[in-house]
């Protein structure tokens, strides 16, 4: 027979579920103080800045509206977002769709190949680019061996080249959240499609694709957000003409020394950003954002 606990004295169950209820409480406490220091009082501080010099005014916010050439760079951006998601898509998907038909270990060696530019720093790979797209570098030297040009073609310092240099970094982003919704499609809906007298392509088209949507908005929706913000890139692989809203940040704040009107445009970057999430995760659910079919 167990002997009763001692009056006033706490169950030793109880007594390890409270320490360690205090732990969580006390690691929560500590993640939360991290966050603050991090992040949220940095951003404060840039939202400050974007608003006074040395008093309150508009005038920063005004200015970016007013001058064509920062409008200029946001269409930019746009533009450029918008190509990289589109040729992200068109290299993810059959990439993705390719990860799923083949066997265990071709699918990790396809994996593997994937993440590899995650080991590696992208600023070594856009230095990377430079040298394989530069008037001497490879694509050039095959091309007037193979006598398709006769003389160098320019590759980089243009639209091509951050497109290039871009959808390299990014094409994980998009190849992920279509892998995760594609392994989660019922291969048996496709077989019984093609039972019934249904063609590779009718069942593909019919049955796969529409299965495989979430994660194309999932993995658009990620591709899109990070290359409006993407900086180094752009920065290295772009010329005069492709200023995008990030190098021209970086400008304003190096060669200018203007921080509140660099602030402000970090200000109008993030609510921009912030914007396109909630516009996103609005009308396509954040479940389909997560590549989550089961809700």
Request: aromatic residues 12%; positive net charge.
């Amino acid at each position: 027979m167990t002997a009763p606990a001692a009056p006033g004295r706490p169950a030793p169950g109880r007594a390890a579920r409270r320490y360690w209820r205090s732990r969580q409480e006390l690691a929560l406490v500590g993640s939360l103080a991290f966050f603050l220091a991090i992040y949220l009082y940095p951003l404060t501080r840039l939202l400050v800045w974007s608003f006074f010099s040395p008093g309150f005014t508009l005038e920063h916010y005004a200015k970016l509206f007013a001058e064509p050439a920062y409008m200029q760079a946001l269409r930019n951006t746009a533009e450029i977002s918008v190509w990289v998601t589109a040729l992200s898509l068109a290299l993810g998907y059959p990439l993705a769709y390719l990860m799923t038909v083949v066997s265990g270990r071709v699918r990790t060696l396809l994996i593997v190949l994937v993440l590899v530019p995650f080991w590696t720093s992208v600023l070594v790979r856009t230095f990377a680019w430079m040298v394989i797209l530069g008037k001497r570098g490879i694509i050039n030297q095959l091309l007037m061996g193979w006598g398709v040009i006769d003389k160098p073609v320019a590759l980089i310092y243009n639209m091509l080249g951050v497109q290039i240099g871009m959808v390299h970094v990014l094409l994980p982003f998009m190849v992920f959240p279509l892998l995760n919704v594609m392994t989660r499609i019922d291969t048996s809906l496709v077989t019984a499609a093609r039972s019934l007298g249904a063609s590779p392509r009718q069942a593909f088209l019919r049955i796969f694709l529409p299965l495989s949507l979430p994660g194309v908005s999932a993995g658009c929706v990620l591709v899109f957000l990070l290359a409006v913000g993407f900086y180094i890139t752009p920065a290295l692989l772009g010329g005069e003409g492709q200023v995008t809203f990030t190098t021209l940040i970086e400008l304003v704040v190096r060669d200018l020394l203007d921080w509140n009107f660099g602030a402000s445009l970090g200000v109008f970057l993030l609510t921009i950003v912030g914007t396109l999430f909630v516009l996103f995760s609005t009308l396509l659910g954040l479940e389909r954002l997560t590549g989550d079919t089961r809700a």
